[in-house]
C-alpha cells in the first residue's frame, strides 16, 4: 500500500527551464511533508518541507505547493542547472508517527 | 555545518554473521532513525529512537534488529544474523527536540550479505 506515489519515475528538462516533480498521497494524517535530493551512493539531502498549515513554501529556486483537497504536492524548480540532475524523493510524516514515509523517488536529468 | 556521520560506509559480511552499523547524530538533535534501501526500491522506515527507547519500529525491524546508544553519543544499529536480504544501503537519520521537525540525514552504510 503506497501511501506516498511519485507517479513519474523520470523526468528531463533542458537547462534554465522549470522543473516539476509531483507527489500525491493518500493518508490525511499526514501534516508535513519534505523533499530529499539523493546522489547515487550517498544519503538524502533535505532540500525544502511544507507543513499542511500552508499551500506554499519557498526557499530560493525551490518552491513547495500543497494542494490538501486533492492530497498533492508539487515541487518546482527554477530555472534549472544540470546541478540539479539526482533522485528527487517526496516524504510524509503526521499523526503519533514521527517516522518519514517516502516515495519511490523521480529521476531528474538537466540537459545544458 | 553540522552532519550526520556513519561508519563504515561500506560492509561486506558472510549470511549468518553479525553487523553493528555505527552513527553520530548532530549533537543536541534528540530523535534518531534508521531507514534502509534496498537496491531499486524506495527508502523504508525501520525504527525511531529517543529518550532512550524505542518509539516506533516497522514489520521490518525483527527480533534480528536491535538499536542502542551505548556511550551516549553514538547510535547503533545491531544486525544479528544477516541475511541475503539484508542487503541494502541503512540510513541513519536525526532531528531536534521537537516532533514533526526535519529530519537529516547520514551518508549510509552499503551492507553486502554473501
Known amino acids: 500500500d503506497q501511501q506516498v506515489k511519485q507517479n513519474s519515475p523520470s523526468l528531463s528538462v533542458q537547462e534554465g527551464r522549470i522543473s516539476i516533480l509531483n507527489c500525491d498521497y493518500t493518508?490525511?494524517?499526514?501534516?508535513?511533508f519534505l523533499w530529499y535530493k539523493k546522489y547515487p551512493a550517498e544519503g538524502p539531502t533535505f532540500l525544502i518541507s511544507i507543513s499542511s498549515i500552508k499551500d506554499k513554501n519557498e526557499d530560493g529556486r525551490f518552491t513547495v505547493f500543497l494542494n490538501k483537497s486533492a492530497k498533492h504536492l508539487s515541487l518546482h524548480i527554477v530555472p534549472s542547472q544540470p546541478g540539479d540532475s539526482a533522485v528527487y524523493f517526496c516524504?510524509?510524516?503526521?499523526?503519533?508517527?514521527?517516522?518519514?514515509?517516502f516515495g519511490k523517488g523521480t529521476k531528474l536529468s538537466v540537459k545544458p | 555545518e553540522p552532519e550526520v556521520t556513519q561508519t563504515p560506509s561500506h560492509q561486506v559480511t558472510q549470511m549468518g554473521q553479525e553487523v553493528i552499523l555505527r552513527c553520530v547524530p548532530i549533537s543536541n538533535h534528540l530523535y534518531f532513525y534508521w531507514y534502509r534501501q534496498i537496491l531499486g526500491q524506495k527508502v523504508e522506515f525501520l525504527v525511531s529512537?529517543?529518550?532512550?527507547?524505542?518509539?516506533?519500529k516497522s514489520e521490518i525491524f525483527d527480533d534480528q534488529f536491535s538499536v542502542e546508544r551505548p556511550d551516549g553519543s553514538n547510535f547503533t544499529l545491531k544486525i544479528r544474523s544477516t541475511k541475503l536480504e539484508d542487503s541494502a544501503m541503512y540510513f541513519c537519520a536525526t532531528h531536534g527536540s521537537r516532533e514533526k521537525e526535519t529530519q537529516y540525514f547520514g551518508p549510509g552504510t552499503r551492507l553486502l550479505v554473501l
Open positions: 516524504a510524509a510524516t503526521g499523526g503519533s508517527q514521527g517516522n518519514l514515509i
Open positions: 493518508n490525511s494524517m499526514f501534516d508535513y
Open positions: 529512537f529517543y529518550n532512550n527507547e524505542i518509539s516506533e
